[in-house]
T-cell receptor, first 112, second 116 residues
């Protein structure tokens, strides 16, 4: 049970921002939110993660709702290389070894 | 960034034979590695957790005698698919992370196994 809900697919135009939503309404206080993406025929790639505060890195931004029941991955300017399946994953570190349980993810298509 | 390397990237084998897939952490030591399987148009499914120096932990429904995991060093885990059958054809992916808390996972490139 992935315990997160994402839209099956989204479309974006090249060089426009993309907001990928994720619902995790049953999240616990010690769960981190991780985002990974997978390009065709490749292993997943780490994108970003956070706990409560919004996070930024060179790839994306992560906006976490105040009640932590949802989050949004923001790609500021989509490129064709960003076309991938994006996975939003809850990760609890309380005694776990950090294994990831993948849901179905959101398939992002980017149009030129 | 840290790199996890898998080998081979593609393999075709005959039904009934065994295939070994290697997963290496190239620039960090990984006491724990994870093996996933992905069927076409589906998500990744965790198969097992590979623990350095001890037995692997398998997820429910994964046959430990069929999918042999060996984690003999801090940088190498191997997955052997024994007596492979066409239904074992899949994309196998390994991952590793530097530690337990608040760390990202690094994934290998994946191995496409086709059993004919």
């Amino acid at each position: 049970d992935a315990k997160t809900t994402q839209p099956n697919s989204m479309e974006s135009n090249e060089e426009e921002p993309v907001h990928l939503p994720c619902n995790h309404s049953t999240i616990s206080g010690t769960d981190y939110i991780h985002w990974y993406r997978q390009l065709p025929s490749q292993g997943p790639e780490y994108v970003i993660h956070g706990l409560t505060s919004n996070v930024n890195n060179r790839m994306a931004s992560l906006a976490i709702a105040e009640d932590r029941k949802s989050s949004t991955l923001i790609l500021h300017r989509a490129t064709l290389r960003d076309a991938a399946v994006y996975y939003c994953i809850r990760m609890n570190y309380g005694g776990s070894q950090g294994n990831l349980i993948f849901g179905k993810g959101t398939k992002l298509s980017v149009k030129p | 960034g840290a790199v996890v390397s898998q080998h081979p990237s593609r393999v075709i084998c005959k039904s009934g034979t065994s295939v070994k897939i290697e997963c290496r952490s190239l620039d960090f030591q990984a006491t724990t590695m994870f093996w996933y399987r992905q069927f076409p148009k589906q998500s990744l499914m965790l198969m097992a957790t590979s623990n350095e120096g001890s037995k692997a932990t398998y997820e429910q429904g994964v046959e430990k005698d069929k999918f042999l995991i060996n984690h003999a060093s801090l940088t190498l885990s191997t997955l052997t698919v024994t007596s492979a059958h066409p239904e074992d054809s899949s994309f196998y992916i390994c991952s590793a992370s530097r530690g337990f808390l608040n760390t990202e996972a690094f994934f290998g490139q994946g191995t496409r196994l086709t059993v004919v």
